[in-house]
């Protein structure tokens, strides 16, 4: 098999096995389809550029994580939007279940929501990782660029501040 070959089959493997929590990742973050989906393909793009110059690539999941971190900040410092909105975050809504309950499921994911909104970046970003995307904590460490002990470090700092904020 050629080098060329080699790449393609490597980036193949990397792209069906991390497109869809790419995109989901991106998704929570924007709350656009149109806009997850174009920044999902530049990062793998990006991706395929590093593969193809050579490039030796440890860990491409963290790669992708990154790169769909620093795209989605490009974004919102070029359009001058603000905040990241964390208004996606629907993965605890309640299925099948009668109304009342779904009502005090859905005022508790308010209230998280509301009180991940006013934690800071890097704990709403090894959170977001670990228990929305559930990473382990050795890509959510190379996702944020910092060791293990420092990510289990924030990912307990992060959700005693969080249970702080949910209990004021």
Sequence with gaps: MNKQNFKEQFFSQIYDQNIEKIYRFILHKTNSEPLAQDLTAETFSRLWTQISNGKDIKNPLAFLYRTARNLIIDHYRCKERGA??????????????????????????????????????????????????????????????????????????????LKKHLEA
Excluded: C, M, P, W
Aim: glycine share 4%; charged share 35%.
């Design 84 to 161: 990241i909105s964390l208004d996606d975050l629907d993965f605890l809504e309640a299925k099948d279940q009668e109304i009342e309950k779904t009502i005090s499921v859905q005022d508790d994911l308010n209230k998280v929501k509301a009180a991940l909104t006013r934690l800071h970046d890097t704990y709403r970003q090894a959170i977001s990782l670990y228990y929305i995307e559930q990473e382990s904590i050795s890509d959510v460490a190379k996702s944020l660029g910092k060791s293990e002990g420092a990510t289990r470090v924030l990912l307990h700092r992060g959700l005693k501040k």
